[in-house]
């Protein structure tokens, strides 16, 4: 099995910073696409950064210039660095990733059981 565990979330006040982390565990044999998407309450999940296996990165408008998705192929990781962080910010924040269990066996998508973040003063 695969496993995409977050954490790093929490409470935050207006114009702090945290740092989200997802690692992935389990059979895996290689890694290619990872992100993390948002869900607030009474929202659809949004798309807020991604990032391929060589380093491209790609952000929601609403976040450009304030995260980072970064990644660490050797650990199976990827983060999100949020700065500026405003009320709107608030989501429960879900890891995403397309994983090849086997050299046999096309990629599949996981889904991480999401990390709160709370931006309020």
């Known amino acids: 099995q695969v496993q995409l565990v977050e954490s790093g979330g929490g409470l935050v006040q207006p114009g702090g910073s945290l740092r989200l982390s997802c690692a992935a565990s389990?059979?895996?044999?290689?890694?290619?696409?990872m992100g993390w998407y948002r869900q607030a309450p009474g929202k659809q999940r949004e798309l807020v950064a991604t990032?391929?296996?060589?380093?491209?990165?790609n952000y929601a408008d609403s976040v450009k210039g304030r995260f980072t998705i970064s990644r660490d192929n050797a650990k199976n990781t990827v983060y999100l660095q949020m700065n500026s962080l405003k009320p709107e910010d608030t989501a429960v924040y879900y890891c995403?990733?397309?994983?090849?269990?086997?050299?046999?066996?096309?990629?599949?998508?996981?889904w991480g059981q999401g990390t709160q973040v709370t931006v309020s003063s």
């Open positions: 990032i391929t296996s060589g380093g491209s990165t």
């Open positions: 389990g059979s895996i044999f290689s890694i290619y696409g």
């Open positions: 995403n990733a397309d994983i090849r269990r086997t050299i046999r066996t096309e990629p599949r998508n996981y």
